[in-house]
C-alpha cells in the first residue's frame, strides 16, 4: 500500500510540473491573433461615435485630440500589453467624463480601434481579464521597442568610459508609462534576472540630490528612462535609478 500511495504520489507531481511547464511556456498572443470579434468591434464602432469621435473624429484621424490610428499611434502602444492602452482610454476619456463608461464599453471600443487598424478579428470576444496576457505589436509581428520610449530595466552599475556609466548584465527592457516607478515595482526588481545587456546612462544629475553613483558600483539597479539608440548602442535617458541589491550575483 506504502508502495502504491508513493506510485501516485510520484504520477500526481510529474502530471503538476509537466502542467506548470506547458503553462510557463505557453505562447503569449499578440493583437494578431484575432483577439476579438467583427460583432464586437461593430459595438465598439457605435460607442465610439458617441463618446469618442466629437474628439478624435468618427475616422479615428484625430483633431482636438491625437489619432487614434496609424503608425505614429502603433508605435505609442506596442512592444506593451494591450491592458495598458486599455488603462489608459478606461481612466482618461471621455475627456470630459473620464472613466464614466461600463467596462465592457471599454474594452468594445478597444477592439473597434484594432480593427481599424487593421488587426483581424477572431472568434472569440475580448475580455478584460485577457487584456494583459496580450501583446499590442504591428502588422510585422514583436518588434525593437521604438527609440525615445520609456522604458524600465534591471542591471548592474559600472563605470564607463571617462565620467560616464553603464548598467552591464541589464535585463531585455520592457515598456513603462511613467518616468518614476509605481509602488512596490522597485522591490520587485531584486528578484527580475539579469540578462547580457548593456546601458550607457545619461543625465545622472537631473537624479534626486544624494545618489551618488560612486556609493553603487557592482550594485544591481532599478532604473527607467527614455530608450537612446546611436552609433555608441543603446541607452538610458534616466529617470529613475535605485539599488536593489548590493550585490550583482545572478
Same mark, same amino acid.
Given at each position: 500500500?506504502?508502495?502504491?500511495? /508513493?506510485?501516485? =504520489?510520484?504520477?500526481?507531481?510529474?502530471?503538476? *510540473?509537466?502542467?506548470?511547464?506547458?503553462?510557463?511556456?505557453?505562447?503569449?498572443?499578440? $493583437?494578431?491573433?484575432?483577439?476579438? *470579434?467583427?460583432?464586437?468591434? @461593430?459595438?465598439?464602432?457605435?460607442?465610439?461615435a458617441t463618446h469618442c469621435s466629437t474628439c478624435h473624429m468618427e475616422d479615428l484621424g484625430g483633431l482636438?485630440?491625437?489619432?487614434?490610428?496609424?503608425?505614429?499611434? #502603433?508605435?505609442?502602444?506596442?512592444?506593451?500589453?494591450?491592458?495598458?492602452?486599455? %488603462? &489608459?482610454?478606461?481612466?482618461?476619456?471621455?475627456?470630459?467624463?473620464? +472613466?464614466?463608461?461600463?467596462?465592457?464599453?471599454?474594452?468594445?471600443?478597444?477592439?473597434? #480601434?484594432?480593427?481599424?487598424?487593421?488587426?483581424?478579428?477572431?472568434?472569440?470576444?475580448? /475580455?478584460?481579464?485577457?487584456?494583459?496576457?496580450?501583446?499590442?505589436?504591428?502588422?510585422?509581428?514583436?518588434?525593437?521597442?521604438?527609440? &525615445?520610449?520609456?522604458?524600465?530595466?534591471?542591471?548592474?552599475?559600472?563605470?564607463?568610459?571617462?565620467? @560616464?556609466?553603464?548598467?552591464?548584465?541589464? !535585463?531585455?527592457?520592457?515598456?513603462?508609462?511613467?518616468?518614476?516607478?509605481?509602488? =512596490?515595482?522597485?522591490?520587485?526588481?531584486?528578484?527580475?534576472?539579469?540578462? *547580457?545587456g548593456t546601458f550607457r546612462l545619461v543625465y545622472l544629475d537631473s537624479l534626486r540630490p544624494g545618489f551618488l553613483p560612486e556609493s553603487h558600483v557592482g550594485?544591481?539597479?532599478?532604473?527607467? +528612462?527614455?530608450?537612446?539608440?546611436?552609433?555608441?548602442?543603446?541607452?538610458?535617458? $534616466? %529617470? &529613475?535609478?535605485? !539599488?536593489?541589491?548590493?550585490?550583482?550575483?545572478?
Amino acid at each position: 500500500m506504502q508502495r502504491l500511495h /508513493s506510485i501516485v =504520489g510520484i504520477l500526481l507531481f510529474t502530471a503538476v *510540473t509537466q502542467a506548470a511547464l506547458a503553462q510557463g511556456n505557453e505562447k503569449r498572443k499578440t $493583437v494578431l491573433d484575432g483577439v476579438f *470579434t467583427a460583432a464586437q468591434a @461593430e459595438r465598439g464602432k457605435e460607442a465610439y461615435a458617441t463618446h469618442c469621435s466629437t474628439c478624435h473624429m468618427e475616422d479615428l484621424g484625430g483633431l482636438s485630440a491625437p489619432a487614434l490610428k496609424g503608425e505614429q499611434f #502603433i508605435d505609442n502602444w506596442r512592444e506593451d500589453s494591450v491592458r495598458s492602452l486599455f %488603462t &489608459f482610454i478606461r481612466t482618461q476619456m471621455p475627456q470630459r467624463a473620464a +472613466g464614466s463608461l461600463e467596462e465592457k464599453m471599454y474594452v468594445d471600443i478597444l477592439a473597434h #480601434i484594432l480593427s481599424v487598424n487593421m488587426f483581424p478579428s477572431g472568434p472569440n470576444e475580448l /475580455s478584460a481579464d485577457a487584456l494583459g496576457s496580450i501583446d499590442l505589436v504591428g502588422k510585422d509581428g514583436p518588434a525593437p521597442i521604438p527609440k &525615445f520610449a520609456l522604458i524600465a530595466l534591471v542591471g548592474c552599475l559600472a563605470r564607463a568610459d571617462g565620467e @560616464e556609466w553603464k548598467l552591464d548584465n541589464a !535585463s531585455a527592457p520592457a515598456r513603462t508609462r511613467q518616468e518614476k516607478p509605481a509602488a =512596490g515595482e522597485v522591490k520587485a526588481s531584486a528578484g527580475k534576472p539579469l540578462g *547580457t545587456g548593456t546601458f550607457r546612462l545619461v543625465y545622472l544629475d537631473s537624479l534626486r540630490p544624494g545618489f551618488l553613483p560612486e556609493s553603487h558600483v557592482g550594485h544591481k539597479l532599478h532604473a527607467q +528612462g527614455y530608450l537612446l539608440s546611436n552609433e555608441k548602442g543603446e541607452g538610458l535617458s $534616466v %529617470t &529613475f535609478l535605485e !539599488s536593489v541589491a548590493a550585490t550583482c550575483a545572478k
